[in-house]
């Protein structure tokens, strides 16, 4: 358990860790490219590590050196490879995908929350192209048994990007046309480094289109993870000014701000570039007095990660809230529906959990408390800024889990 004062003013410039997202898919990716990578300011957390371990196991040479990540790619995988994706749902499901194609055995395992999560919802629509996967009773472990694939037209019912990609890396080895559809565009790192990489792959508005493909290795410098930003953003918006350095802007992760645009908060884009096919920029974020608002369900899949801290908000906020469309959030490291009504109300708050968001009532001025992170990194950092933002802080149980995103969370808090 950990105490976290509060204070009355947080102002600070930040150098976040890199995209997390983009950290898996370049080590993953490069790990069956032709040549070599060299990955810089990549996330070393828990989540991209387990994606590490799991390209050595399938014959992948991948070193760490601090934040860089050095990939020489298997033109085959091992077969019978035995794959542990510790607490990484990305790990998981974008490997099921990705191993699909390859003519290998292979089993996909991970830890007691992983192992509580669906992964049918993978196989199912993998099986469309010809798949042979198992699951156990929708769940991990997971097993991928040689079969040689065919390209169709898949429908997503849900926005997932963890979905959409298993199925682009699946349909780079399939025959024919894959053509995968959804009803509201997730975030697309995925088709825009297999691009990069050589892949035949095209994008028209909610379709993507892939082909049989070889992928050429690409060194890959990740800009900062636009989720670890958004929780110093939001110390900005609630307690002073913040300025986040190098921060991933690409339009499909940008929920956050247009969440920050309905609040009120007042944030400003400074030196715009392009990198690396990636939108980045420095975000400046100050004082604001909020408002409440309406999400929904075409909002979601651009803030998903980022909900919870977006409720929070809400709470600090004038008048009611509604965030709906979410029950994405129920199949998370945690029920984050619960957990978020759970944390606000700890703090002093007033949250009702629905089935798919929350209705908030804000209230100005919280008092603190005690929060239990249900060892979920979004909830654990998410009641910190709340702890810091209330009237007489309070305590986080079990707040080491912020390393599977964020490792140095704490000490650049205090910093």
Avoid: W
Wanted: proline fraction near 4%; charged fraction near 20%; aromatic fraction near 4%.
């Amino acid at each position: 358990m950990q105490r976290i004062e509060p204070r009355a003013h947080f102002e600070g410039e930040f150098k976040l860790p890199g995209d997390k997202s983009i950290t898996h898919r370049a080590v993953m990716f490069n790990a069956t490219a032709e040549g070599k990578a060299v990955i810089t300011n990549a996330l070393i957390g828990e989540d991209c590590l387990s994606t590490c371990a799991c390209m050595r196991a399938l014959g992948a040479k991948v070193e760490v050196d601090g934040t860089t990540i050095m990939v020489e790619g298997t033109p085959q995988f091992l077969d019978g490879a035995k794959l542990n994706c510790g607490n990484s749902g990305t790990t998981m499901r974008l490997l099921t995908g990705f191993l699909a194609g390859k003519g290998v055995h292979a089993t996909l395992y991970g830890d007691n929350s992983l192992s509580s999560r669906p992964m049918g919802r993978v196989a199912k629509p993998l099986a469309l192209l010809g798949a042979d996967i198992q699951t156990t009773d929708g769940h991990a472990p997971v097993s991928v048994s040689p079969k040689a694939l065919t390209g169709t037209k898949v429908e997503l019912a849900i926005a997932s990007a963890q979905v959409k990609s298993a199925l682009l890396l699946a349909g780079i080895s399939a025959d024919g046309e894959t053509v995968v559809s959804e009803p509201v565009k997730s975030r697309d790192h995925t088709e825009r480094m297999l691009y990069a990489m050589g892949a035949d792959i095209q994008e028209e508005g909610r379709l993507v289109t892939v082909k049989k493909s070889v992928l050429h290795a690409i060194d890959v410098c990740v800009p900062s993870d636009i989720s670890s930003a958004a929780y110093f953003m939001a110390l900005g918006a609630l307690k002073g000014k913040t300025l986040c350095k190098n921060v991933g802007v690409n339009p499909t992760r940008t929920g956050i701000l247009t969440a920050f645009d309905r609040l009120g908060v007042k944030y400003t884009l400074l030196n715009e570039r392009v990198s690396g096919g990636e939108k980045i920029a420095d975000i400046l974020v100050e004082k604001s007095n909020m408002h409440g608002i309406v999400l929904t369900e075409e909002l979601v899949p651009s803030m998903v990660d980022e909900l919870p801290l977006v409720a929070l908000l809400c709470a600090f906020a004038d008048g009611e809230s509604r965030i709906t469309g979410a029950k994405e959030l129920k199949v998370k490291e945690s029920d984050r529906i619960f957990a978020t009504a759970e944390l606000i109300r700890n703090l002093g708050g007033d949250c009702t959990p629905l089935d798919d968001g929350f209705i908030i009532r804000g209230k100005k001025n919280l008092t603190g408390g005690t929060i239990n992170s249900y060892l979920d990194h979004r909830i654990a950092m998410t009641g910190a800024v709340g702890l810091i933002a209330s009237e007489n802080g309070g305590y986080i149980q079990d707040p080491e889990c912020c390393a599977i995103s964020f490792p140095d969370f704490f000490e650049k808090l205090n910093a």
